[in-house]
Structure formats: structure tokens, C-alpha cells
């Protein structure tokens, strides 16, 4: 029989995201042993992620193959610009048709883009790594860059995979026959490249797989190194090397994010610091914690993706296979929260191309989808499309201090943040979820009749949140349970369609039994 002397509450925090690399022994009790589908939110806890939903309600015309997947997505003159096939297409966002604006790209692979200013006109540079450089301005008219002629630099830029502007220069690299050399045009003009103008070429000892221009400095991103442009023109452009140990492995993964440069290398997420010392650099792995996550999609993964979502200091990588269907995807979320990085998993997202800008005052996240031609606006609804968000939380196995002791479960108490109705479970696993040890069934995690923390909100104010009024409470769902165990864990199985909701921390109440 327990001993009813000995009750005792236990509580904790959810923080310190999704660990991978420890035993369930060694980890905080407000870690997660699992975590797909729920962010680590910057205002603490654990929060059910926003879907995604079309952004063009037409689909993106095809040229041979209905499975062909959209290569570009890019936001520019109040279009939305994407490629497909062998054609760039323009819509308006919202809207119902798509427009062609180039046709006839041989071969086109996936799309890097660059909108500038050099002359006082808006202008939109693409490259696919086989065709001509083609710049578009505001009308769409299109105009291919060519170069290699008299007086101009001898390699030329078709077939470049990589284009950027840096110090009034377009720099285009990743051209088939010269994988290391970077060519950049003379000021103002992203189409002439006369050396006696001010153009040239640089060549470093790596392949380059990506360009970032970060504080003043053009990065260049190889597979086993990374270098730094500095000056302002071919009279004092010198290039210095970062680091000779380690490479960017995808330079769309490249991304400035929280004050830095972030980058996937081959042993997971690093960055990039900028710092005053010495006028140097520091390089640092991030993502150790889940670095199983990226050993099991770096070798297979055919394509990555990432973006930025500021307001939640958050950088998301995903993992693109092509045999795999969208619902198996998989991608990593991450979140600098202070000086602590944490992470969680991605499951649903499955894009092949992305652009973020800003509208209103709002960011805005697109993505062309890598199978079905569709243009996608990320952080938009409660689920993918039409498809349920599954989102999966699991703590680690609590002993609380001592695994020789059962523990006879009596009460949860979880505190949440919905932001609207939500269609949850709860479970109880004992033992490490053994089969020699009794499961409870599921406990639905309801919104509808939970108390509200003292202070913090107006109880019975809300038709469709009891407890809860503007969003700003922290409810209480208290939960008599069943079951006993030398350890336990807590999980949240979200299989619906409703508003994504923050697991914030839980309490749970037990009574000791014997020891075994």
C-alpha cells in the first residue's frame, strides 16, 4: 500500500528543448526525449507550431512533369515570382493564375537570386547553375548577363549557381568548369566585365557551395573552408582565409541569423560570430544535442532548405529527400533563447525552395514545394494544407532522485497556453514505457474547463477558452491519474487541426511505495 505520508508534488519547467546525445538519467527534467512538431518559444515553454497554406491558389504550370518541383520562389514588384520546368512564372500573391516571363531555360537546377540597386532602379537577378544569369526588372523584362568577350575576364558566368551583390559589384560563382573561381562585374553594372573597368576574378583553393555578404565582408562558403572578402573595389579586394578545417556542405543553408552567420557544415549546424578580437572570427558547432537528427539525413537528404523567422529568434533547416512523401520529412527547428541554443524536430514540410521579405511591417515566408507545384506561405494556419499537424512531446523518464523507489501517481497539473480550443492527449509511461508495466489509457488535454493562474487572466470571460481572455493566461489542467512505477514520463500526442497552444511546465503528484 503507498504510504500516504509521504505524498509528494514535483514540478518543472518545459525549457531546454529536444536532447539526443544523453541517457534519459542525465537529462533535466524539463528537457524533451522527444519533440516533433512543437518549438521552443522564446516566452518559455514548448509551442505547437503554425501550418502552412497555399499563398497562390493556382498551381505552378509544369512543362513535362507534374512532379517537378518548384525551383524558385522569390518575391519581387509586388509579384511572386517562381520557376518550374523550363519557365520563370510571375502571380500576385493570393491570386488565381500564373504569368510566364522566360521560357526556354535548358536544364534549369535550383535557383539563387539576388535583388538589388545599382542605378537607382529595382532589379532581380537569378541564376540556375546551366543557364545565363538573367536580370529582371520591375516590368519583367528580361535580360541575360554574358561575359568572356573582348576585354573581359575569361570565364564566364553561365552556368553560375551562386549570385550576390557585394560593394556595388555583382559576384557570380559555382560555374560548371570553374567550381573555385569567383567573377565579379565592375560597379554599378551587374552585365560588364571589362577588367579595365574594374572587374575581375578570384580564385580560391575549394569548391565554393555559397556567398553571404555579413558585416562588410563577403563570406565565401567552400566544402572544406571558408574565406572572407574585405574591401571596396578590384584595387583593394583581399580575400583571407576563416578557417582551413571546416566547409559549408549546402549554401542554402546559409542564413544571418540573431546577429551572426549560421551555416550546416558536416558535423551539424554551426555559426559564424563576428568579432572585435583581433578582427578575426569564431567558429562553433551548435547542435550537438540533436547531432543524431543530422546523421540521419545528411548523406540521403537530396536537397536542404532554411529560413529565418526573427520575432522567434528561430533558424529552420529541412532535410529534403526525393522518394520520401511529404509527411516523412523532416527538418530541425532551432532557437537562440539568451545564450542557449535549443532545438526541436520538424516533421510535414517539405520544401524545395523558400523566400522570406518583409510586407507591412509583417514577415512573410514562402516556399515552393518540391513535388506538387504549389507556392506556400509558412506560419499561416493550423495545419499543412489541409493535412493535420502531428505534434509529439515526451519528457525524460523521471525518477524523481531515487530509481529504486515506486512511485504511485496520483495527480498532473499542466500549465498551458491555448490560443484556442485544442485537440490533445495525455499519457503516463512507466518504466520506460516496459511492457511488464500497466499504461493508463489517454487523458485528453481539455481547454474547455481548466482553471486560470490567479492574476493573469479573467475566469469564464471567453465562449471558446474558459479561463482565458486575450491570450495572455497561463490555464491549469488538473488531471487525477492511474498507475504506478519506478519512473515515469509525461507525453503530448497533438493530432489536430486547432490553434497551436505552449506547454509551459507540469506538476506532478505522487506517493512513494516500497522499494524494490
Known sequence: ??????????????????????????????????????EPDIEGGYRRINGFSKYVTAVVPHTSDTSERVLMVATFASKVVAARGTNIFTADAGGSSWTTVDSGRTNAGKYNFERFNFDGNDKLIV?????????????????????????????????????????????YAGMSGSKQEIIFSVPFDEDNFLTASGAGSIKVDDTITGLKVFRENLFIFCENRIFKLSGTSSSDFAITAVTRDIGCINGDTIQEFAGDLIFLGPDGLRTVAGTARIGDVELGTISSNVQSLFDDNLDSASEFESVVIPDKTQYRVFFTKAAQAQGSTQGVICVLKGERFEFSKMKGIKPASTDTFISAGNVIILHGDYANGFVYRQESGNDFDGTIISGKYRSPDLTFGDAGIRKHMQRVIVNFEPESSIDADLFLRYDYESRDAVQPTAYALDSEDVAALYGTSTYGTSSSLKGTYGGTSRPLFRQSVEGSGFAVALRVNDGGTTAPYSLKGFQLEYQTGARR
Not at 518545459?14 to 537529462?27: D, H, I, K, P
Not at 573582348?150 to 550576390?164: C, D, P, R
Open 127 to 171: 541564376a540556375d547553375g546551366t543557364n545565363a544569369p538573367t536580370v529582371f526588372n520591375t516590368s519583367f523584362s528580361a535580360t541575360d548577363v554574358d561575359s568572356a568577350g573582348t576585354g573581359e575576364v575569361s570565364t564566364a558566368v553561365t552556368g553560375a549557381k551562386f549570385v550576390t551583390a557585394f560593394k556595388e559589384h555583382m559576384f
Open 1 to 38: 500500500m503507498p504510504d500516504l505520508s509521504r505524498t509528494q508534488p514535483v514540478s518543472f519547467n518545459c525549457e531546454g528543448g529536444l536532447v539526443l546525445n544523453r541517457s534519459t538519467f542525465m537529462m533535466q527534467p524539463g528537457e524533451a526525449l522527444e519533440l516533433e512538431n512543437f
